[in-house]
């Protein structure tokens, strides 16, 4: 792959991303698959998608979209990203991207979870240098129960979707540990918001 630029920082939360635990829940690391994946923009009806290929007998993804160009051109990509494994502690591998994206005349090749598009190419967020919306807030706002009670329940609600099984041998899952784990620390905050009338 070619070499990219990187600019002033963007925030990971509102870019379109590939995450792993969403190929591995609709059956993308089972040998071969096939699909696509769609996003939809928060400020309107406007969708878009890219096509993906998914192969763990040879540990790659392989995305192929096309993309309009400011000018109205547009850019065909068909590209290929190596996955790899680690073990898990209690049987079974968990899968891995490995960036594809050449930052300084040196290729990332960092495991991730997931892949950002900040630019032409799916790459991780150390190469483009993305931070998170949480980072950049005011921080008279996090002090403000309201706006934390807003907040924990995204969060909660985020890992509820990627919860398939809380429990282990009667243990909490480390995922169902961080769910209890922000709802503990929502408790001191329900009567301050019940003023607030939430």
């Known amino acids: 792959m070619g070499r990219w630029s990187f600019s002033s920082k963007q925030e990971a939360d509102y870019l379109k991303k590939v995450e792993m635990w969403w190929l591995k829940k609709y059956g993308y690391l089972n040998g071969w698959k096939s699909g696509g994946i769609e996003w939809k923009s928060g400020f309107s009806d406007e969708k878009s998608s890219i096509g993906i290929e998914v192969c763990t007998i040879e540990n790659y993804i392989r995305f192929f979209y096309t993309q309009t160009e400011q000018n109205g051109e547009k ?25 594809p994206l050449v930052k300084n005349g040196q290729p990332c090749h960092r495991r991730v979870g997931v892949l950002y598009k900040a630019g032409d190419y799916f790459g991780c967020r150390h190469c483009y240098d993305l931070t998170y919306s949480s980072k950049n807030e005011n921080r008279r706002y996090k002090s403000y129960p309201l706006f934390f009670w807003l907040k924990s329940w995204k969060k909660i609600e985020e890992l509820e979707e990627k919860i398939k099984r809380p429990y282990y041998r009667g243990k909490p899952t480390r995922t169902q540990r961080r769910l209890e784990k922000i709802e503990n620390r929502m408790i001191p905050y329900l009567d301050l918001v019940k003023k607030d009338g939430l």
């Open 75 to 99: 850019k065909n990509f068909d590209y290929k990203v190596q996955l790899t494994t680690t073990p898990c502690n209690y049987g079974g591998v968990r899968y891995w991207f490995i960036c």
